[in-house]
């Protein structure tokens, strides 16, 4: 699409499979907007073989991809993921050059969010933040978070709680706004598969017992304290024989190609009531939220969109640490027993019906995009709006809130 005279650039950066679901209704706004040119940046996972190519779903969608950033290297080490954030600082670099964006557009935590942020600030290009202020005490993208934070000047976040930590890092009121979730739109607007064309692509009939597995590293444990984890959590698993159980691979954090064999070795033993994917797609992903009757691991999808469903989550561990919660979320440690105690429960009918009529702590949805488009265009449009002026920043003093 050409850009005419009066347009104004706006970049998404997206990294992963689920950010891209997250993002999309935001993408769509924006894509509709006749006074916005949309530049949608991909790297991270979605340019990576081992993850699915994920990009290619962002094109069947009717989008088109402005830039590539490669960045990620074929190991998940710590020295290789600090190296694929210097390798993302290089290619942001070449991808703003190019682009020449008015304004970014961030959504979460991850080391390739932190390269995009880093390069943007340098850049003078005033970035808009995602589900900012927010607490997972288990994992480094805890500190990604919060420096992402620092280095945006307009901030979106998904509950009145995040929005007063954000302020209380000095973030000026003003410019911090709380709409909810926006990936919890495309709940309303969402056409879900019907149960055999899921069974069909997940490959894979259901069950009386269907379980979605999902855990992703402890970045601040070892690489043995995460196999353990796993191989506890399988070992539990092994209690269910009659489960059908839909595992979805890790992010490409540290160990997450351990964890990953881990997870492989076990469906390719259990293969009639077992299967691994690595990227399920946004649709497929709600989809299966609508058929299995409890979700298992440590995905913040547990915290955010399983409620909506009224669908039970077991969350093992640290990784969540400090995250809102709804009431159909059980916390566990990362114990065999501990988690088979937690799936008896979620299973329970006394469970089931006490989460009935639960509080949504991020809402349901419905227009929280549009709602973080709307806000964005009116700092872009307004005849005030300078990059260089907007770009320097005052630390709000919590004192005068």
Excluded at 125 to 134: C, T
Excluded at 341 to 352: D, H, R, V
Aim: charged share 25%.
């Amino acid at each position: 699409m050409k850009k005419l005279l009066s347009q104004k650039n706006i970049c998404v950066v997206t990294g992963s499979r689920s950010e891209y679901g997250l993002l999309y209704w935001i993408l769509k706004t924006l894509f509709d907007d006749k006074e916005i040119n949309l530049q949608i940046l991909v790297t991270g996972m979605h340019l990576s073989p081992e993850f699915g190519e994920t990009y290619k779903q962002i094109e069947d969608d009717g989008f088109k991809i402005s830039y590539k950033v490669e960045m990620l290297l074929s190991s998940d080490t710590k020295s290789s993921i600090t190296k694929s954030v210097g390798l993302g600082v290089i290619g942001f670099a070449d991808a703003y050059e190019n682009l020449k964006p008015d304004l970014v557009i961030l959504l979460g935590d991850r080391f390739e969010i932190l390269a995009a942020a880093q390069s943007a600030l340098i850049f003078q290009i005033p970035i808009a933040h995602i589900h900012g202020g927010e607490v997972t005490e288990g994992s480094i993208d805890e500190s990604f978070r919060h420096a992402i934070t620092k280095f945006s000047q307009i901030h979106f976040t998904a509950t009145e709680e995040y929005r007063k930590r954000i302020i209380q890092m000095g973030e000026n009121p003003d410019f911090v706004f709380n709409f909810g979730a926006p990936g919890l739109d495309a709940i309303s607007k969402m056409v879900y598969f019907n149960q055999s064309d899921l069974e069909e692509s997940l490959g894979i009939k259901f069950g009386n017992l269907n379980f979605l597995v999902t855990l992703h590293p402890v970045t601040i444990f070892s690489q043995e304290q995460n196999l353990n984890s796993v191989k506890e959590l399988l070992n539990a698993l092994r209690e269910y024989p009659e489960a059908k159980i839909i595992f979805t691979k890790t992010n490409s954090d540290a160990f997450g190609i351990a964890i990953n064999k881990l997870l492989e070795e076990f469906v390719q033993n259990n293969p009639l009531n077992c299967v691994i994917h690595s990227s399920l797609g946004h649709k497929r992903y709600l989809s299966l939220l609508k058929f299995v009757d409890v979700m298992i691991g440590n995905s913040s999808s547990a915290f955010i969109e399983a409620p909506i469903f009224n669908l039970p989550s077991i969350n093992i561990g640290c990784r969540q640490n400090g995250r809102v919660a709804a009431s159909s979320v059980i916390n566990c440690s990362d114990n065999k027993d501990e988690i088979i105690t937690s799936i008896s429960k979620a299973l329970s009918k006394e469970f089931k019906k006490l989460i009935e009529f639960q509080d949504l702590p991020y809402g349901k949805g419905g227009d929280n995009s549009i709602k973080i488009c709307k806000q964005i265009k009116y700092f872009l449009l307004d005849s005030d709006f300078s990059k260089h002026k907007f770009i320097k920043k005052k630390f709000f003093d919590i004192a005068n809130f």
